[in-house]
């Protein structure tokens, strides 16, 4: 395996650093790889720098909120209400939402954005080799407001933080994804968009947020099915050899470094899905020999489940609606082979009715038994996708997957959750482990095995080998 990285990586590496002074780069840091850094060669970083002096860069087109000031003091003297007073009666907030603890540490939030600043060199040789070139990019949340209310770690603004190596010196540069979200509470002024992770803790409460949220898209303050509500924060992939930030809940926001080392949102792409595409998964696979992107999408509503492609040329293909998932479920994330994509239908699943029980609509479901799905990497339908049943498998993320015994055995290196009951309650208690799957296509049967005894998950490998066997 190439690399692993620690269970829950610090979100905020930078936070607790002050940038007042000159940024400095050691060139003896050990740098923990995860899912949500991508490390550009020179030659996509002088691509890229090509590309941007062809275009103006400006932010992502955005219609101002057009409620009338009578209605914008509305719908803030509720939020005001529901925050100072509603939340005071409502259950006390478990750690997995509770703001003191999610932002606190190496999780708390950076309180601005920083244009591309020289970094000192400290530690190791003299110089930075002048034939080394590119970028280092890693994204994470970070709330433009801080919370009144509940508080996921995952709730935060989508923030990108980059290291710049070129011509023997090197600069940091950090900013905001400039989503739908984030530009609408900027012009605000305050958080208004709700959480399906932490939004809903209490009756009273709940209703509350549902009503104003409601009267928002009413009132065109906000307008989601247009424009979308994700926050862009959990990833980062190459499409179609452009750079986009990815969060499930909506559709990716395609990224340009400039040539001066800073970055730039250029907006929301749906790769020409057309109505009715409106998010994709975090965390994509692009085949190393094809260059296609493969991709999901899950819903709350049927198809719970939809497979599909991204060409070369960067133009999405047909959906394959997986019909054999009947309840709405959360899938995270996925693997490929060289000719099967695997997913787990686990115990985490959607129930929005628990909104009107003050609860989150994302819950998991203890009795509900896990099973991997495998189906067929250029399938036009889901009629020949193989379920198998895996009690106890719910994994967060998958390492990678291949094919041995010709094809009749799909093996997938993933993290899986082993307490998943846990995962509303506190990250640190859910024991993610590294596990070797093996999934008997003829036999319909799976063995798992441990592959370490320590919490870890977020590995990465090095992307030439994905869907090939590694070590």
Same mark, same amino acid.
């Given at each position: 395996?190439?690399?692993?990285?620690?269970?829950?990586?610090?979100?905020?590496?930078?936070?607790?650093?002050?940038?007042?002074?000159?940024?400095?780069?050691?060139?003896?840091?050990?740098?923990?790889?995860?899912?949500?850094?991508?490390?550009?060669?020179?030659?996509?970083? /002088?691509?890229?720098?090509?590309?941007?002096?062809?275009? /103006?860069?400006?932010?992502?087109?955005?219609?101002?909120?057009?409620?009338?000031?009578?209605?914008? !003091?509305?719908?803030?003297?509720?939020?005001?209400?529901?925050?100072?007073?509603?939340?005071?009666?409502?259950?006390?907030?478990?750690?997995?939402?509770?703001?003191?603890?999610?932002?606190?540490?190496?999780?708390?939030?950076?309180?601005?954005?920083?244009?591309?600043?020289?970094?000192?060199?400290?530690?190791?040789?003299?110089?930075?080799?002048?034939?080394?070139?590119?970028?280092?990019?890693?994204?994470?949340?970070?709330?433009?407001?801080?919370?009144?209310?509940?508080?996921?770690?995952?709730?935060?603004?989508?923030?990108?933080?980059?290291?710049?190596?070129? +011509?023997?010196?090197?600069?940091?540069?950090?900013? *905001?994804?400039?989503?739908?979200?984030?530009? !609408?509470?900027?012009?605000?002024? *305050?958080?208004?968009?709700?959480?399906?992770?932490?939004?809903?803790?209490?009756?009273?409460?709940?209703?509350?947020?549902?009503?104003?949220?409601?009267?928002?898209?009413?009132?065109?303050?906000?307008?989601?099915?247009?424009?979308?509500?994700?926050?862009?924060?959990?990833?980062?992939?190459?499409?179609?050899?452009?750079?986009?930030?990815?969060?499930?809940?909506?559709?990716?926001?395609?990224?340009?470094?400039?040539?001066?080392?800073?970055?730039?949102?250029?907006?929301?792409?749906?790769?020409?899905?057309?109505?009715?595409?409106?998010?994709?998964?975090?965390?994509?696979?692009?085949?190393?020999?094809?260059?296609?992107?493969?991709?999901?999408?899950?819903?709350?509503?049927?198809?719970?489940?939809?497979?599909?492609?991204?060409?070369? +040329?960067?133009?999405?293909?047909?959906?394959?609606?997986?019909?054999?998932?009947?309840?709405?479920?959360?899938?995270?994330?996925?693997?490929?082979?060289?000719?099967?994509?695997?997913?787990?239908?686990?115990?985490?699943?959607?129930?929005?009715?628990?909104?009107?029980?003050?609860?989150?609509?994302?819950?998991?479901?203890?009795?509900?038994?896990?099973?991997?799905?495998?189906?067929?990497? *250029?399938?036009?339908? +889901?009629?020949?996708?193989?379920?198998?049943?895996?009690?106890?498998?719910?994994?967060?993320?998958?390492?990678?997957?291949?094919?041995?015994?010709?094809?009749? !055995?799909?093996?997938?290196?993933?993290?899986?959750?082993?307490?998943?009951?846990?995962?509303?309650?506190?990250?640190?208690?859910?024991?993610?482990?590294?596990?070797?799957?093996?999934?008997?296509?003829?036999?319909?049967?799976?063995?798992?095995?441990?592959?370490?005894?320590?919490?870890?998950?977020?590995?990465?490998?090095?992307?030439?080998?994905?869907? /090939?066997?590694?070590?």
């Amino acid at each position: 395996m190439d690399a692993l990285s620690s269970s829950f990586l610090p979100k905020y590496s930078q936070s607790n650093t002050s940038f007042a002074a000159t940024p400095k780069i050691s060139r003896r840091t050990n740098i923990i790889r995860s899912h949500s850094f991508t490390i550009f060669n020179d030659h996509l970083s /002088k691509l890229i720098s090509k590309t941007a002096e062809k275009i /103006k860069f400006k932010l992502i087109n955005k219609t101002k909120p057009n409620t009338v000031p009578f209605l914008t !003091t509305l719908f803030k003297s509720i939020d005001d209400f529901t925050c100072n007073s509603l939340d005071s009666l409502s259950p006390p907030l478990p750690p997995s939402i509770d703001p003191h603890h999610v932002l606190s540490g190496n999780y708390a939030p950076v309180d601005h954005e920083l244009p591309p600043t020289a970094c000192e060199l400290v530690e190791g040789y003299s110089n930075i080799p002048r034939c080394l070139n590119g970028v280092y990019l890693r994204n994470g949340p970070n709330p433009q407001f801080l919370p009144r209310g509940p508080h996921h770690l995952l709730d935060g603004d989508g923030m990108i933080q980059m290291v710049r190596i070129s +011509d023997g010196g090197a600069t940091f540069c950090r900013r *905001y994804i400039k989503t739908y979200k984030y530009l !609408t509470e900027r012009e605000l002024g *305050y958080a208004v968009i709700p959480s399906v992770l932490s939004s809903f803790n209490g009756g009273m409460a709940s209703m509350a947020r549902v009503f104003v949220a409601a009267a928002r898209v009413l009132a065109g303050e906000f307008k989601p099915a247009a424009n979308g509500f994700g926050t862009a924060n959990l990833s980062l992939a190459l499409i179609a050899g452009k750079l986009y930030a990815l969060t499930e809940s909506d559709l990716p926001y395609e990224i340009q470094v400039t040539p001066d080392g800073d970055i730039a949102t250029v907006g929301r792409r749906d790769f020409g899905g057309g109505g009715g595409f409106f998010n994709m998964t975090a965390h994509p696979k692009v085949d190393p020999v094809t260059g296609e992107t493969f991709a999901f999408r899950y819903s709350g509503v049927a198809p719970f489940l939809t497979y599909f492609r991204i060409g070369s +040329d960067g133009r999405k293909q047909a959906n394959v609606a997986i019909h054999a998932v009947k309840t709405a479920t959360v899938f995270h994330d996925f693997a490929v082979t060289e000719n099967y994509a695997v997913f787990n239908e686990g115990q985490m699943v959607i129930t929005p009715a628990e909104i009107l029980r003050g609860r989150r609509p994302v819950r998991v479901d203890g009795g509900k038994i896990p099973r991997i799905g495998v189906i067929e990497k *250029y399938a036009e339908d +889901d009629s020949g996708m193989v379920w198998v049943d895996a009690p106890g498998v719910n994994i967060s993320h998958a390492v990678n997957a291949w094919e041995e015994d010709g094809g009749d !055995t799909v093996v997938m290196v993933a993290a899986n959750n082993e307490r998943i009951e846990m995962v509303f309650e506190s990250l640190d208690l859910v024991e993610t482990r590294m596990e070797e799957i093996r999934v008997c296509l003829k036999t319909k049967k799976v063995q798992r095995r441990l592959l370490s005894d320590q919490f870890l998950d977020l590995a990465a490998i090095n992307p030439a080998y994905l869907g /090939k066997k590694n070590r």
